[in-house]
């Protein structure tokens, strides 16, 4: 007798093959209310549907990782494979950010909507090239002006998000525990100056 | 004595120039190169390094080296801070005291140290996630929303259709025949008249006409003058023309 693999067909299986197959065609990470509308179910029914393929498709057990990322979920390549992955495919998106551009990354992800007379204030320096490079690479995008006729305002976009894995903005870390305390950079200065003193 | 400084001489690799700190000096003072584009703290950065890379004591000409590259950089801040705060429009550098001055450029030291700190953890992140690989494309166009039709009647479908293909009236061209007497018409008249009389009056000749039919009797005396059967004469304008014929 010809031995056969079977599906398992109970309907969360039925709808976890579907979210699957959207999921793969997807260039983009895809929100739970797009996953539903597309796969005709509820946004309830998808979230289950999506913790079971979170199961099987996890790194250690599959080449392709899902993950909550971007406000949504997106395959993506299993961590072990990124050598494999880098000799094949170029990632332009990352590739040579400079620091002007990472301290402007920084300022419209954390402060954004911002224009680039506020960005210039910030950094001291004229943002126009960082700005454009940033735009070309589809880490930020325009976002209305400062009131009618200003100046055009920018703010990050979901590639940016996707890029830095983070499943949205609030998982951005909080500037205060980044930048740390001022005190404390006052004492290293003292430090510094002691040392030089001596 | 150490490795000499020179203020001057210092080279510089920034975003914006890459060369001696001299040559800078002159392209600012020239208006050739934009000092909002020039990183200050790069410049300072490259000095300090310098400083750190000096061997020996501390000599008074080296001190004298520091103090002019303080004076310089300090007028360097000054002219872009103008610059910076001129273009927005925002804040008149002169317009505030010392302290204010003091408290604006703290907190905007303290601003950047917070975006520097942001900068470094993207930078972090990013080298973090570089083993991260993901399809990325253009997102493909939606498909077009499905139209709903309503229920429909076959018989009504087709009668609607009947309408359609029914063949069109033909259209009427009675707007297209010659509302006016053809030019050959009055040659022959005009020729014929000139073998009764050997002149004749076009005025008179032409009474009675529409002004369609008289205009077309005029272009049929052009054509005959022009053929050189005839000769026209008129005493003055708007006169009767007189007609006879040609010798």
Known sequence: MQRQLYLVDNPVDRLARTLEALLVIAPRPLAVEELAQAAAAGAERVE????????????????IVLERVAGGYALRAAREAAEACA??????????????????????????????????????VAADSAV??????????????????????????????????????????????????????????????????? | MGQALAVRDLDLDLDAFEGPFDLLLT???????GLPEVDVAEIVIAFVERLERREGAF???????????????????????????HEEGELDVEELDPDEAALELAERLAEYRRVKAGALWLEERLTAESDRFFRLG????????????APQDPA???????????????????????????????LERFRAALRRRRRFVFDEEVDG??????????????????????????????EPISVWKAA
């Not at chain 1, 940016?160 to 894995?165: A, M």
């Not at chain 2, 392209?27 to 190169?33: D, M, N, R, T």
């Not at chain 2, 529409?210 to 050189?228: C, D, M, N, P």
């Open chain 1, 48 to 63: 289950t549907a999506l913790g079971l393929l979170a199961g099987r498709y996890r790194e250690g057990r599959s080449g």
């Open chain 1, 87 to 124: 000799r094949l495919v170029e990632r332009p998106v990352q590739r040579g950010l400079s620091q002007a551009g990472l301290e402007t990354l920084a300022i419209v992800a954390y402060l954004g909507p911002v224009s680039r007379p506020e960005i210039a204030r910030i950094r001291g």
């Open chain 1, 132 to 198: 454009a490079g940033l735009c070309e690479r589809g880490l930020i995008q325009e976002s209305g002006r400062d009131g009618e006729g200003g100046a055009i305002r920018y703010r990050t976009t979901p590639l940016f998000e996707q890029v830095f894995g983070l499943a949205g903005p609030e998982e951005l870390p909080s500037l205060d525990d980044l930048a740390g305390d001022g005190e404390e950079l006052r004492e290293r200065l003292e430090a510094v100056a002691a040392r030089r003193g001596a």
């Open chain 2, 27 to 33: 392209l600012i003072l020239k208006e050739e190169l």
């Open chain 2, 59 to 85: 000599t008074p000409a080296q001190l004298e080296v520091c103090g002019e590259f303080l004076v310089l950089v300090a007028a360097l801040l000054e002219l872009k801070a103008r610059e910076l705060f």
């Open chain 2, 138 to 149: 253009p997102a493909p166009a939606a498909p077009p929303p499905v139209r709903r039709l």
């Open chain 2, 156 to 186: 009504r479908l087709a009668a609607a259709l009947r309408v359609l293909a029914a063949e069109p009236p033909a259209p009427s061209l009675s707007h297209m025949p010659l509302r006016y007497p053809p030019v050959t018409q009055f």
């Open chain 2, 209 to 238: 006409l529409s002004r369609i039919e008289q205009a077309v009797a005029f272009l049929a005396l052009l054509e005959l003058r022009k053929a050189g059967e005839i000769k026209l004469g008129q005493p003055a304008p708007f």
